[in-house]
């Protein structure tokens, strides 16, 4: 059985993608369908946010591992484009796995729209493209890296949100630290592995598209989390204002007199469709 699992590119062995692949994809499947049976008083999306957490954690540590630690160090002229390394492929095939998954759980659950899902598409076919033909491992690793830093991140707010304990000072830390995470590195590293790969002659003009694609993806989610921190922003001061509003009647009782900004503030509260998901470190299209 194991040389289904294997093959050999000139002298060495490797790992057969397609066989891992499919092996990834049952994995995830299975450890979502057990979750659903041993924790079914949760919600299907409860037991597949766990599921994206545990994948968020291991794809970041293991393309962590291979970009910084046993490398090559991706963002290079000389080293993009190059044939991929064996902790490249490993933690692709983790990740193949887990976006299939993914992308059918979105698209029977309905939870996402269009742009997203072309994102989960583009991701699809840049890591099975770098599988079948054996390149660009280092900057696909990359990306992973900057797409799952925020993941445990994001999965902590919609389980806050979920047990009611969002609204603290934990939850206001966890929104400035994802939106912070994903402006430094998502946006601004991301920019210079952009850079480097759009201008390195290694790059075939297949990935230098799909670099283009996902980044240009990344700078519309860009602009929808601005807009959620702008309404993050807007609603700590419209709280601050309410308070300062708050007196004391003849009794010494304190009384609110005007509550209406409550309701305008979320009236004012920004649509979030789109700017998700569970697989990539975006805020949940859901505004629950």
């Not at 000389?78 to 390394?85: E, L, P």
């Not at 979105?106 to 493209?129: K, P, R, S, Y």
Request: hydrophobic share 45%; glycine share 8%; proline share 3%.
């Amino acid at each position: 059985m194991l040389e289904y699992l294997f093959t050999v590119v000139g002298n060495e062995r490797r790992l057969y993608g397609p066989a891992w692949a499919g092996i990834s994809f049952v994995a995830w499947s299975t450890l979502y369908c057990t979750l659903c049976r041993v924790n079914s008083s949760r919600s299907h999306e409860w037991n597949c946010r766990i599921v994206t957490a545990m994948h968020g954690i291991i794809s970041f540590a293991v393309a962590s591992w291979s970009a910084f630690i046993s490398g090559p160090f991706p963002i290079q002229f000389d080293v993009v484009g190059g044939k991929n390394a064996l902790l490249h492929e490993v933690a692709m095939l983790i990740c193949i796995g887990y976006f299939i998954f993914d992308f059918i759980w979105c698209m029977v659950m309905q939870t996402e729209g269009f742009l997203m899902l072309l994102h989960h598409i583009v991701c699809i076919v840049g890591v099975t493209a770098s599988l079948a033909w054996g390149i660009s491992g280092a900057e696909v690793i990359a990306t992973i890296v900057g797409s799952e830093i925020t993941n445990p991140l994001l999965q902590a707010r919609w389980f806050m949100k979920q047990s009611a304990t969002y609204d603290s000072p934990l939850g206001r830390f966890v929104d400035f630290m994802f939106v912070f995470l994903f402006i430094s590195v998502r946006i601004g590293v991301g920019a210079l592995l952009f850079v480097v790969a759009m201008f390195s002659p290694n790059v075939t003009p297949f990935f230098k598209l799909g670099g283009l694609s996902l980044y240009l993806i990344s700078l519309v989610f860009l602009g929808q989390i601005l807009q959620f921190a702008y309404y993050k922003v807007f609603r700590i001061k419209r709280r601050s204002s309410s308070s300062s509003n708050v007196s004391t009647s003849t009794t010494g009782t304190a009384t609110v007199k005007d509550s209406s900004s409550d309701r305008s503030t979320s009236n004012s509260r920004p649509a979030m469709n789109g700017v998700t998901s569970r697989a990539n470190g975006h805020v949940k299209a859901k505004t629950s």
